[in-house]
């Protein structure tokens, strides 16, 4: 029973870092633009993607889940060289929020950035306690 516990309290604060993650992207973009907001916009992509992944499998280790959310933002971001996410954007918000549009290399660089804040975060509040607490 306790692991079914600790497993809903990690789901709990990874949809909490979901949901910041996108405030933040959207408050990053409000206030700031151009390539700041654009490259912070993929950090905390990864970092969405990571959450989720999280939400989903709560047992899973800082690095997996880093590889797992990095990996995925990667293919998605490969994806673009096909066209498809383009011509998908055109149509749907919704396609152009989750696929991108055009394929951009440094993207690469800041979802790695994300996976690895998300994953240094994930690994220290796995440390501590109640109250700061190492346990």
Do not use: C, I
């Amino acid at each position: 029973m306790d692991d079914l516990r600790g497993r809903g309290a990690v789901r709990a604060v990874a949809v909490v870092a979901a949901v910041l993650a996108v405030a933040a992207g959207l408050g990053v973009r409000a206030a700031v633009g151009g390539e700041v907001a654009k490259y912070a916009g993929d950090a905390l992509y990864t970092v969405l993607v990571y959450a989720l992944a999280v939400t989903a499998a709560p047992g899973l280790r800082p690095v997996a889940a880093g590889a797992w959310a990095a990996g995925l933002s990667w293919a998605v971001e490969l994806f673009q060289l096909t066209g498809v996410p383009e011509e998908l954007a055109h149509r749907s918000a919704l396609a152009r929020l989750v696929l991108g549009s055009t394929f951009n290399p440094p993207d690469l660089l800041w979802y790695l950035v994300g996976a690895v804040l998300a994953a240094l975060v994930h690994a220290g509040a796995g440390r501590a306690g109640p109250a700061g607490r190492r346990v």
